[in-house]
């Protein structure tokens, strides 16, 4: 089964309003095995919703709406069906009845523009909405399935997977294109592709492909076939992808490698605490984001003075006047700090040049020195980040997450990266 994704509203193709909606129903689709061939946006005009529904409907066997059903004169979606079924819009009694209980439970009037969510093309059925006014419809339009669901991003995930997942699970037939996505962090993407250059063949059935979003190079595995033989390309395909990029791959679909992380101290029972300063407390914020951070992480400093670093984690200050604050031994000297004064199993520090003011020919912006402190060591390396100051930041915190789930794997940092 294919499928159009439909965005109905001015402030999507104004460009005011990012649409969220059509990314988050591509995926959904995707997952079901439904394949998305085309997304469209059209601005509140009846005439091009309508032309739109009807393009949509040749081309595909199910369309997927949103926006346009409120009450206002510029939400024109119900009207574009209408039009483009050619028939006229009646009153449903249930959705009616359901307007009027959703007001009278709240106290509120319900003035007369309300009461156009109760209308429906003749043809059409409306899909309940349990968290706000209006309706969503489903029709046939010619041979195609049309759902059209509210643009409020809420309303829509809500309709869409209580009452139109259910449904389109029940008619995907048994051709489908199933999805595996790996995530890895530490290496370019030029380098992860060598590694599985022969699978990434053009137009070869398991088609496997690269994609790098802040850093992270994820591989992409999309096997189009029977359900059941695509499920086990996917698995074999994945077994040979993390074989050949080891301990690089951290995770797969949205994981984050901070959770790796997370998982992984919680798993050893170890704890952690971080000085940063070039990262603000960034590498703070991404262990917290996690829920349940508070398992393993203790403590972190934002340590942005000199005078900070000394007073708060005890580093010399002969080794900042001889060295700089940029440099392997301040990055020894916090992470050391940061793990005896938090009395943690693990200690991060990191300290770096990140820009665009401050860089030497010595030290460079994006100079960036990296320590970790355990009971046995302190390790320390330094890292030439590319890019502007918020890259060289997010990066830097992403390489000590990277690192720290390395040592606690046991694998060499050096050997995985080479
Ligand atoms: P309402 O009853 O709120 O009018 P509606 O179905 O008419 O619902 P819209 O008016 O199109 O929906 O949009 C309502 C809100 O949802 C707006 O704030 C809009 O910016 C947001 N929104 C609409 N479509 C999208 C989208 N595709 N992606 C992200 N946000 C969206
Ligand atoms: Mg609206």
Known sequence: MDAVVLSIGDELVSGLTV???????????????????????????????ARA????????????????????????????????LGEDLVEDAKARAGLEAFFACRGRKMSGSNMVQALRPASATCI????????????????????????????????????????LQGCVGESCTLLGKLNTFGMGESMVGERIKDLMTRGANPAVGTTVHDGVVSVRIYATGARAWAADELARLRG???????????????????????QLLAARKLTLATAES??????????????GSSRYFLRGWVTYADAAKVEELGVAPEAIA????????????????????????????????????????????????????????????????????????QRAAQMALARLRWWLMGVDAAGVTR
């Open 128 to 167: 309940e909405n349990t968290c706000g006014t209006a309706p969503g419809l489903m029709a046939m339009l010619g041979t195609a399935r049309v759902y059209v669901t509210p643009g409020v991003p809420r309303e829509m995930k809500e309709m869409f997977t209580r009452s139109i997942l259910p449904e």
């Open 19 to 49: 649409n969220t909606n059509a990314s988050w129903l591509g995926a959904q689709l995707t997952a079901l095995g439904i394949a998305p061939r085309a997304h469209v946006t059209v601005g509140d005009q009846q005439g091009p919703i």
């Open 240 to 262: 040979v992808v993390n074989t050949r990029l080891g301990a690089l791959v951290y995770g797969e679909d949205d994981d984050g490698l901070e959770a790796a992380v997370g």
């Open 322 to 393: 001889r060295d700089g604050a940029v440099s392997e031994q301040v990055a020894r000297a916090m992470a050391t700090g940061a793990r005896e004064r938090a009395h943690a199993d693990i200690g991060v520090g990191i300290t770096g040049v990140a820009g665009p003011q401050g860089g030497t020919p010595e030290k460079p912006v994006g100079t960036v020195w990296l320590a970790l402190a355990t009971d046995a060591e302190v390790t320390a390396v330094r890292l030439m980040l590319p890019g502007v100051r918020a890259q060289v930041r």
């Open 53 to 84: 529904l009807r393009k949509a409907a040749e081309r595909c066997e199910l369309v997927i709406v949103s926006g346009g059903l409120g009450p206002t004169d510029d939400d024109l979606t119900r009207q574009a069906l209408a039009e483009a």
């Open 278 to 291: 070039c990262t603000g407390g960034l590498l703070a914020q991404l262990i917290t984001d996690v829920p």
